[in-house]
């Protein structure tokens, strides 16, 4: 298996893992949604399963969530296996079009080491999420963990307006433009995992724990809305 460990293509794998079958597009199920959930794509193509308007693929961080959700045994036995074939198509193309990197274990899918450890509730009104909810869908649990164990000392908020954060955690440095929508950051766990996602390292959840909390608030339930639009580099 060891000519697998570097393997990136999602496809390729699921051709491996699982037997080949003829993809078809899903039937409207008894639990289907009739339209998307409110601030989600209205464009049928942007979901894995698009007569029901489930498992959203518009952003590495649905792709990923979706992947998570319909790997579930309970949620994979609502359709038939022709179904489940056209919905892990679906995902998995969209899984390799944001470049999200395939870990392998044994042939197998591994988890993401908890990459994605929580997720906007598909009910959950983001403007009703307090600041630890946002923070825990951009962290994960372990990470917001680590953030909060930073020590206030390490962190400097030298500049904070209403479209520029920028300072340092620790040798680290941090900026945020809600202007031009680009987040900098040069930890190695940031450069190197967690950017690629959109997602935080514990450097961000911290420097945000230090910025006036109306203002992170804000930026980070823009954050989870237009994520897509921003640059994380």
């Not at 993809?23 to 007569?51: E, F, I, T």
């Not at 995902?91 to 990197?101: K, Q």
């Not at 598909?122 to 649990?141: A, P, R, S, Y």
């Not at 030298?158 to 955690?169: C, M, P």
Request: proline share 6%; hydrophobic share 35%; aromatic share 8%.
């Amino acid at each position: 298996m060891a000519c697998f460990q570097s393997e990136r293509n999602i496809l390729a794998l699921e051709a491996f893992l699982v037997p080949m079958v003829r993809a078809v597009k899903p039937s409207r199920k008894r639990d289907g949604r009739l339209g998307p959930p409110q601030g989600y794509p209205k464009d049928p193509d942007k979901y894995g399963d698009p007569a029901n308007w489930k498992y959203p693929v518009h952003t590495p961080f649905h792709a990923r969530a979706a992947r998570r959700y319909f790997n579930e045994p309970r949620n994979r036995a609502k359709y038939t296996p022709e179904e489940q074939a056209y919905i892990d198509r679906k995902i998995n193309e969209a899984l390799e079009r944001f470049g999200v990197a395939v870990k392998i274990k044994g042939g197998k899918v591994e988890d993401e080491a908890g990459t994605i450890q929580a997720d906007v509730p598909m009910n959950k009104d983001i403007d009703k999420m307090t600041f630890e909810e946002l923070l825990l869908v951009l962290l994960g649990k372990n990470r917001l963990a680590s953030a909060q164990g930073i020590d206030a000392a390490a962190v400097s908020v030298d500049k904070e307006t209403d479209t520029l954060f920028a300072g340092t955690v620790k040798e680290y440095s941090v900026l945020i433009d809600r202007q031009e929508r680009r987040l900098e950051h040069d930890c190695v766990d940031f450069k190197t995992n967690r950017a690629v996602g959109r997602l935080f390292c514990k450097h961000l959840g911290a420097f945000l724990m230090r910025v006036d909390r109306p203002h992170a608030v804000r930026l980070l339930r823009e954050l989870l809305r237009e994520r897509d639009h921003w640059t994380f580099e």
